[in-house]
């Protein structure tokens, strides 16, 4: 028989997707399994989109422009122009979801074997995208101990070598919801200018941000123009996941002709999802309004139940709606299948992503979920006391 690549082999298997079926299987036994384990935010996503879709007068689904429709990508300068960020439709390339946009910045700007620091636990993600490009990924830890703050400069130092082409940060964090200052950014700032490094910035969860803390963006720094790219994406902001609608900016010329040629081999971004995406930008900030809020007291509520079970050990967010929780037993992935296989409360279990996958470093992590407090608080609340007695039924 004909073997798989190599590439295939040690490509990761996602720790957030790989127990449904498991989850499958708990429902077909009549379980209800409340879902922790994904950022599908229930949110409604925003009347002006979904509208913008059904009223469309689109008579030939036709291929949109490679770098996306120059309508939309003014219209997202302009958004991003109310947050202090200054680009224009030339630096920013429309993608199919941030995924896309993560796999064209390392393509770009990475050959097979060159280096990519990322501070972990980060988006499980990265490890596929970077294995699909032959990258390596160099980890350095941040710990629940200091709520995942950025490590120490020199720590990074330490690190770099020749073959180091990049820094790679999620902002605000996913899995941490750690949202990254503006004098973090700009030591990273200092750090990337000084060894002549890219500095790749995840910013899809920009917009969700606690107790009047304000997101920083790489693209605000000056003199680092050659050296940021932002990642972003429709997904969360809208609650539109579905759309796969992302954009990469960079106010470096060379980055954007090199991400088009990429662009250019998969044709075209998908044209009602840009439809619906240049509405969603009509979204009123009454709405991220509302949303904070109900984010917000969503975390507060998930701390203070997780805070009350013996054992448990939880960083507090401060942005996106995730939050890592250590639990004391020994094996987060065989605890989170347990939960599946063999645990209910009142005909209910609950479905969580083990933390594991989200390093790079091996053995970190083990005793650690991500929860995403994505459902309704007495969701959230139910969701915490059948964690808290099934860690009592699963370490006796």
């Known amino acids: 028989m004909p073997s798989i690549s190599e590439k295939g082999r040690l490509m990761p298997a996602s720790p957030i997707r790989k127990l449904v079926p498991y989850a499958e299987a708990a429902k077909k036994r009549g379980i209800h399994v409340i879902h922790l384990n994904i950022g599908q935010p229930d949110i409604k996503t925003p009347k002006v989109a979904l509208d913008a879709v059904r009223n469309h007068t689109v008579e030939v689904l036709a291929y949109s422009m490679t770098e996306g429709s120059e309508i939309y990508r003014e219209k997202i300068a302009a958004y991003y122009a109310k947050k202090d960020i200054h680009v224009t439709a030339k630096d920013i390339i429309v993608t199919t979801g941030g995924s896309e946009a993560l796999s064209f910045a390392m393509g770009s700007i990475m050959d097979t074997n060159d280096e990519i620091i990322i501070p972990e636990p980060f988006y499980a993600n990265y490890n596929g995208f970077a294995t699909a490009m032959g990258v390596k990924v160099v980890p350095i830890v941040s710990t629940l101990e200091n709520n995942f703050a950025l490590p120490p400069i020199a720590d990074f130092e330490k690190l770099i ?155 507090v967010p401060q942005g996106a709606f995730y939050c890592v929780v250590e639990l004391p037993i020994a094996d987060a992935d065989d605890f989170a299948q347990w939960l599946l296989e063999k645990f209910e409360m009142n005909g209910n279990t609950v479905m969580v992503a083990p933390a594991g996958g989200f390093y790079a470093t091996p053995g970190l992590g083990k005793n650690q979920i991500r929860i995403a407090y994505v459902l309704e608080k007495d969701q959230l609340v139910k969701a915490a006391q059948i964690l808290g007695k099934a860690l009592k039924v699963y370490n006796n």
């Open 161 to 315: 070598s020749e073959k180091t082409k990049a820094i790679l940060i999620c902002n605000p964090g996913n899995p941490t919801g750690y949202l990254y200052s503006k004098e973090e950014i700009q030591q990273l700032a200092a750090l990337v200018k000084k060894h002549n490094l890219f500095l790749i910035a995840d910013e899809v969860y920009r917009e969700f941000a606690y107790e009047g803390r304000q997101h920083h963006s790489i693209l605000q720094e000056e003199g680092l123009e050659d050296h940021a790219i932002v990642v972003d994406s429709v997904s969360k902001r809208y609650s539109m996941c579905g759309a796969r609608i992302g954009c990469l900016v960079s106010k470096n010329k060379e980055v954007i002709q090199t991400a088009l040629k990429f662009a250019q081999a998969r044709l075209s971004p998908p044209t009602f999802a840009q439809i619906a995406s240049e509405a969603a930008l009509e979204t009123p900030q009454s709405y991220f309004d509302e949303v904070i809020v109900e984010y917000a007291s969503r975390r507060d509520i998930l701390i203070a139940e997780l805070r009350k079970l013996e054992g448990v050990k939880v960083a």
